[in-house]
């Protein structure tokens, strides 16, 4: 049975920081793409980041939506089957559910994690 179990949200304040874990069971986490994706209220679930399955512990090539690049990071831990996401500086804007996915030709979705961005 797949389980993408994702934790770390919060609230925070603008400007803070908070770093996102998701942890993969069930399949050979090394040979799957991982992302991180958002859902905002009345709005589409979005791509936020992600990583290429790669060649080494750490993963291969990553990418970023615009509106996070230069403050988010996505980073891979194939020795935890795990996949992280650091957000810095952080924007109201920043407000929805974040959900983790391994992808392969399909996904697998974990259940979300909620990250509120206000003061």
């Known amino acids: 049975q797949v389980q993408l179990v994702e934790s770390g949200g919060g609230l925070v304040q603008p400007g803070g920081s908070l770093r996102l874990s998701c942890a993969a069971s069930g399949i050979i986490f090394s040979s799957y793409a991982m992302g991180w994706y958002r859902q905002a209220p009345g709005k589409q679930r979005e791509l936020v980041a992600a990583?290429?399955?790669?060649?080494?512990?750490?993963?291969?090539?990553?990418n970023y939506a615009d509106s996070v690049k230069g403050r988010f990071t996505i980073s891979r831990d194939n020795a935890k089957n795990t996949v992280y996401l650091q957000m810095n500086s952080l924007k109201p804007e920043d407000t929805a559910v974040y959900y983790c996915s391994a992808e392969r030709g399909w996904a697998y979705w974990g259940q979300g994690t909620q990250v509120t961005v206000s003061s």
């Open positions: 990583i290429g399955s790669g060649g080494s512990t750490s993963g291969g090539s990553t």
